[in-house]
Each structure stands twice: as structure tokens, then as C-alpha cells.
T-cell receptor, first 112, second 118 residues
Framework: DAKTTQPNSMESNEEEPVHLPCNHS???????IHWYRQLPSQGPEYVIH???SNVNNRMASLAIAEDRKSSTLILHRATLRDAAVYYC?????????????FGKGTKLSVIP | DTGVSQNPRHKITKRGQNVTFRCDPI?????LYWYRQTLGQGPEFLTY????????KSRLLSDRFSAERPKGSFSTLEIQRTEQGDSAMYLC????????????????FGEGSRLTVL
């Protein structure tokens, strides 16, 4: 399985942009990049996913490096509600497996 | 509430007892997943159902664990002869197929069932 590497923790000030990095140097051509987040005492919540092109949705943006060996989740304006553990996950299309392999993620703290 | 529902939310049991958790997925989702999460770790995949068929099982799913989805709707996860190492949050998720038919569909997780084995 392709692995991802994320910083253990990050801090951000409220109302400022946050860039959460993820390295996936062994990514294969059919691996999708997924981001989920988990607020305290809740199940994980989908944030965004992409394959090659940058993606935007109402929650965040996903910037994917041209060589796809890294990606960045961008929260445009952090709020206190964004304090959570953020997981960067790879999944392989058509590999016959439907599991997502979560690592330990990045714990984001938002400072008021 | 039309999200994924899990019951019970908390279960405390003595070692050696059997426990069962129930998951009600989002009604139109044909895919259902079970994950386990221990403190400080990310969720770990246990098993996957497509409709009523159990198509994938992790090696973590020992013979004391059994999961069913008899009519392709709700699912149950039973743990027999519980051990202290089974203490964890058991998470259920559901999804519809992604655009490519694979895993690119968004997974919707429930709030989990927390098991404490004394």
C-alpha cells in the first residue's frame, strides 16, 4: 500500500488560511488522494479528494503537486470548528480493495 | 436525521462476554464498512459489504468477530468472548459507488460505538 506522511500537529490562528501538507512519494498512477477529518468524539468526516488536478469544494481546496508526490489541503479561513485531526489517505482504483488506510493524521489546533 | 446511525453508543462489558453493535446506513447506500479505532490512532479497516455480500475482510477480523448484513440494509458486528484488547471505538460508514465504481465515493461515518472491556 502506498503510504502518506503528515506532520503530527499544526497550529493556526482563527480566520487565517491553513495549509496542511501530505507527502506520498510512492503514489501510483491510479491512486486517489482523500482527505478526511475527525472532530473530537465524532466519526471521520469527508473533506475532499482528487486524482491529478486541483480540487475545490465548499469546505476546502486540494492542491496536488505536478509529480503527485505531495499534496496540500487548504482551509481558506480557519474557524474554531476546524480544530480536528486531518487524515491524508490514498486509495487505488480497481485494485479490488475498498479499505481506506488511515494513518495518525495531523492534529490541527486553532487559536482564537 | 438521515445520517449513519450506530447503537449502542457506549457498551461496558466484562471480559468473556459477547457484544453486538448495530449500524443503520444511509438508506440509499449499498456499501457498508466497519472500522475500529483505538485511542490516539487512526481508524483501522475491519470489513466491507456491498449489499448483503461481505466482499472484504481485514486480518484484524479474528474468528471472534463476525459481521452480517442480512438484507443489504442494516449491519451487525458481533464480538464473542471479548478481551480487554477489544476495547475501542467501532465505526460504521456507508457510501454509494464512486464515479469510477471504486472507492472514490465519499464515505459517511457514524458517531461510533465505544466498547470498554473490563
Amino acid at each position: 500500500d502506498a503510504k502518506t506522511t503528515q506532520p503530527n500537529s499544526m497550529e493556526s490562528n482563527e480566520e487565517e488560511p491553513v495549509h496542511l501538507p501530505c507527502n506520498h512519494s510512492t503514489i501510483s498512477g491510479t491512486d486517489y488522494i482523500h482527505w478526511y477529518r475527525q472532530l473530537p468524539s465524532q466519526g471521520p468526516e469527508y473533506v475532499i479528494h482528487g486524482l491529478t488536478s486541483n480540487v475545490n469544494n465548499r469546505m476546502a481546496s486540494l492542491a496536488i503537486a505536478e509529480d503527485r508526490k505531495s499534496s496540500t489541503l487548504i482551509l481558506h479561513r480557519a474557524t474554531l470548528r476546524d480544530a480536528a485531526v486531518y487524515y491524508c489517505i490514498l486509495s487505488q482504483e480497481g485494485a479490488g480493495s475498498y479499505q481506506l488506510t488511515f494513518g495518525k493524521g495531523t492534529k490541527l489546533s486553532v487559536i482564537p | 436525521d438521515t445520517g449513519v446511525s450506530q447503537n449502542p453508543r457506549h457498551k461496558i462489558t466484562k471480559r468473556g462476554q459477547n457484544v453486538t453493535f448495530r449500524c443503520d446506513p444511509i438508506s440509499e447506500h449499498n456499501r457498508l464498512y466497519w472500522y475500529r479505532q483505538t485511542l490516539g490512532q487512526g481508524p483501522e479497516f475491519l470489513t466491507y459489504f456491498q449489499n448483503e455480500a461481505q466482499l472484504e475482510k481485514s486480518r484484524l477480523l479474528s474468528d471472534r468477530f463476525s459481521a452480517e448484513r442480512p438484507k443489504g440494509s442494516f449491519s451487525t458486528l458481533e464480538i464473542q468472548r471479548t478481551e480487554q484488547g477489544d476495547s475501542a471505538m467501532y465505526l460504521c460508514a456507508s457510501s454509494s459507488p464512486g464515479l469510477a465504481g471504486g472507492l472514490t465515493g465519499e464515505l459517511f461515518f457514524g458517531e461510533g460505538s465505544r466498547l470498554t472491556v473490563l
